[in-house]
C-alpha cells in the first residue's frame, strides 16, 4: 500500500457467515419451503402474506440462538482493533454475527433481523423473539405494525451517504463471501476502484464481478480471512 495508515471498506455477505450454519442466498438448490429468496423478501410479499414473511424471518432469527460467529467474523473484529489507519465495515447480512465477535464500525446495510420495526411509529426495537401479526409495538402500543427490520427487494438500503463516502475515500476495499448479484453492494467495487483504491476479493468461487477485483483469493473465509489479517498487520509492525 503507498498509503499508511490506509482506510479500508470491507463488505461481506452470507459467505462469511455460512461456516458458523447459517445458509447463503444462493447457495445449494437456493429455496426456502419451496420459495424463492426474492418472493418472502419484498414489501409485496409482506402486504400480500404477512404471516408466511413473518415465519422466514422468525426461523432465521431463532437460528441466530444457536449460531456463533467464526474465524473469519472475529478476524475482520481484530483488524478493526489493531488497524491504524481508517476502517469500516459494510455488511449486507442480517443476521448479528459481526457485532458479536467484537466488530463497532459497522452499518447493516440490508436491516438487522434482531431488531423489529413499528410502521406506526418508525421505532426500531431489539426483538430476539417470534414476531407475529398480532404483536404490539414496546414503544407505541400499535397491533399489527411490526416487521422485521429488513431492507427488502425494491426499498433503499441503509446508511448509503455514508457508505459512498467511504468508498470514494479508502484505499483498499474488500469484498468477502458476496455473489455480486444484488445492488447497490455489488457496484462498491466499481467505486472504489474509479477513486483509486486497490480491490480484493475473498469467496468460495469467484463473484459475479469477479473481474472488476484486482485480486481474488478462492476458498473459504474462515480461512482466507485471517490469513489475510495476519498479513495486513505483519506489515504495520
Ligand atoms: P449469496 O448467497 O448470493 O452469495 C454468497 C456467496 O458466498 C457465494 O458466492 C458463495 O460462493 C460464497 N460462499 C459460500 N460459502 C462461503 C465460505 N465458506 N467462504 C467464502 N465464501 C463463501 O449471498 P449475498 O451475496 O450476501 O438481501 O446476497 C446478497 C443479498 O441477497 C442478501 O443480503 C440478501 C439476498 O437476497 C436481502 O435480503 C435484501
Known sequence: ????????????????????????????????????????????????????????????????????????????????????????????????????????????????????????????????????EDSPCPECRAVGALRPDIVWFGEMPYDMDRIEEALRDCDLFVSIGTSGAVYPAAGFVQTARYCGARTLEMNLEPSIGSIYFGESRIGRAGELVPAWVDELLAATS
Open 1 to 132: 500500500m503507498d498509503q499508511y495508515p490506509a482506510r479500508i471498506v470491507v463488505l461481506t455477505g452470507a459467505g462469511i457467515s455460512a461456516e458458523s450454519g447459517l445458509a447463503t442466498f444462493r447457495g445449494e438448490d437456493g429455496l426456502w419451503e419451496g420459495h424463492r429468496v426474492e418472493d418472502v423478501a419484498t414489501p409485496e410479499a409482506f402486504g400480500r402474506d404477512p404471516a408466511l414473511v413473518h415465519k422466514f424471518y422468525n426461523a432465521r432469527r431463532a437460528q441466530l440462538a444457536e449460531v456463533e460467529p467464526n474465524a473469519a467474523h472475529l478476524a475482520l473484529a481484530r483488524l478493526e482493533a489493531e488497524w491504524p489507519g481508517a476502517f469500516l465495515l459494510v455488511t449486507q447480512n442480517v443476521d448479528n454475527l459481526h457485532e458479536r465477535a467484537g466488530s463497532k464500525q459497522l452499518i447493516h446495510m440490508h436491516g438487522e433481523n434482531s431488531k423489529a420495526w413499528c410502521i406506526a411509529c418508525d421505532r426500531r426495537s431489539p426483538w430476539s423473539a417470534p414476531i407475529g
